[in-house]
């Protein structure tokens, strides 16, 4: 069999982006290109009757300049909403709107380009606190991501409060970075790191996990929902088994916060990360929510400006959470990156996190029922029932063929966007007997159509590596 392999090119699609209410639209330019309204439409966020069938995905994928281009010469279907999502006009115009209009360091000055700046990055925290429903926004500190968030608190709680023998439980299925900073505090504290491993379904043994919770305990490390297997944990149960032996609760929200309602005071854990670029936001940006009175008695995590109460040559002292001049915000922040993401809490907020989660429950059952039925593949994670409910995402393999191989004549021949490796989560791929797996996770902006697109790409990409036996 002949095939012919096209080299990557790029061509920005007309994405009919004239918004038919918002009349707005109609003159908005940005650059070359027209994009559409900044907020989602009336439609999608009040649930108009009269969009009849159209989905949420359709009504909101206007708002997502991104989307509308050729790769290689298809149409692009991005499924790596794991990995990062895609950015609104709304946080686009943001961002450029700071860097245009009131571009200045927080906190330091009393101009009014200072002002400004500082009132509306602090407005983000207090947009981050209320998305969760955190008690209050001093509750909530800004990191570069959910990785330095976690780090934070092994460094800043754990060395100070883990003894030697004392007991971290985690579970096989997390992120290398909720594994590796617990390593390496182990090490230095002689705290011995507990794991769960899977059920025969694939999901985290929950009641071994409930077994293993003793009076040694000191803290639980667990994900929300598991970006290889799409499975969901019970938090507020686990939170509970926890806090009746003294333990504290670190929850991994990265793939939980962006597609559901998540209540930080219903849940009562102790600390929460989550990630802006995979809700909407821009990169290098996320955050670190821990109750009040842990976060009133961590030390400092990084020295520096912004963080200091006086400074003397012999010695320093530190603001005193919760403050807005956080001791854990050391230095310039992401401003830009921080009003960007309260922009893009807005913009979900606008359509509501219930309506995302229940679109996405719907997609995420097509995405598996599809791929499942695809002679060869074999879907990692539990099969979704009315009790089990399946994360809008993917992990797979096809026999015989690697994972890497399917995801680059994914993109090559179809212009089709997954993700290949070990996805941060090499103990888990080892427990699964794999070194890899192929991933398409998907978000509110994706439609029936792109799943479809996906597979028909894929029975291809299968045929393909099948006519060389």
């Known amino acids: 069999m002949e095939s012919v392999l096209k080299f990557p090119s790029f061509k920005f699609l007309n994405p009919n982006p004239i918004c038919p ?55 692009l279907v991005y499924l790596d909403n794991a990995a990062t999502s895609q950015k609104p006009t709304v946080v686009l115009k943001a961002l450029q709107n700071y860097y245009e209009a009131y571009n200045s360091n927080v906190h330091r000055g009393i101009h009014y380009l200072s002002a ?20 209050d926004s001093r509750e909530i500190i800004f990191t570069r991501n959910a990785t330095e968030a976690i780090n934070l608190v092994s460094y800043s ?21 909720a594994i590796v900073p617990w390593q390496l505090v182990a090490q230095k504290t002689g705290a011995i790191l507990k794991f769960i491993s899977l059920t025969k379904d694939e999901v985290p043994d929950i009641e071994k996990l409930k077994e293993m919770i003793t009076r040694k305990t000191k803290l639980l490390v667990v994900h929300h929902i598991s970006n290889v297997l799409a499975s969901v944990l019970p938090i507020y149960d686990i939170v509970h088994w926890a806090h009746a032996v003294g333990a504290k609760v670190l929850v991994d929200a990265c793939q939980s916060v962006p597609h559901m309602v998540v209540d930080v ?29 842990l976060l009133f008695t961590m030390p400092p995590f990084l020295g520096g400006g912004e963080m200091i109460s006086d400074v003397f040559l012999d010695h320093s002292t530190f603001a005193e959470p919760p403050s807005r001049h956080s001791r854990f915000e050391a230095g310039t922040p992401a ?46 994670g539990p099969a979704p029932s009315q009790t089990v409910f399946r994360a809008a995402l993917c992990s797979f393999n096809v026999e015989n063929i690697h994972p890497t191989d399917i995801a680059t004549f994914l993109d090559q021949q179809h212009g089709v966007a997954i993700r290949s ?45 099948s006519s060389f036996k």
């Open 21 to 75: 209410i918002c009349p707005i639209c109609r003159s908005a330019r940005l650059g070359f290109r027209r994009f559409s309204c900044s907020a989602p439409s009336s439609a999608a966020v009040e649930g108009d009757s009269s969009v009849g069938s159209v989905s949420l995905g359709h009504l909101t994928r206007p708002d997502f300049p991104i989307l509308h281009q050729e790769v290689n010469g298809s149409k």
């Open 116 to 135: 400004k700046a500082t009132d509306e990055y602090e407005l983000a925290r207090k947009k981050v606190a209320g998305f969760i429903n955190a008690s």
């Open 157 to 177: 709680w754990g060395l100070s409060n883990l003894r030697p023998e004392d007991e971290i439980v985690l579970t096989v299925a997390e992120h290398h970075s």
């Open 265 to 293: 005071q219903r849940l009562d854990a102790d600390f929460l990360v989550a990630s802006s670029h995979k809700m909407c936001g821009p990169t290098g940006i996320g955050f670190l929510y821990g109750k009040s009175d």
């Open 335 to 380: 401003i830009g990156e921080a009003i960007g993401l309260g922009a893009a809490i807005d913009y979900l907020s606008a359509i509501g996190m219930q309506k995302i989660h229940d679109y996405e429950v719907d997609l995420a059952n097509y995405l598996y029922e599809s791929l499942h039925s695809v002679a060869g593949v074999r879907v990692y």
């Open 421 to 465: 490796g070990h996805h941060c989560a090499q103990p888990l791929h080892r427990w699964l007997g794999v070194s890899a797996s192929a991933r398409a996770s998907l978000h509110f902006y994706n439609t029936k159509e792109d799943v479809d697109a996906f597979i028909h790409a894929l029975l291809d990409t299968i045929n393909f590596f």
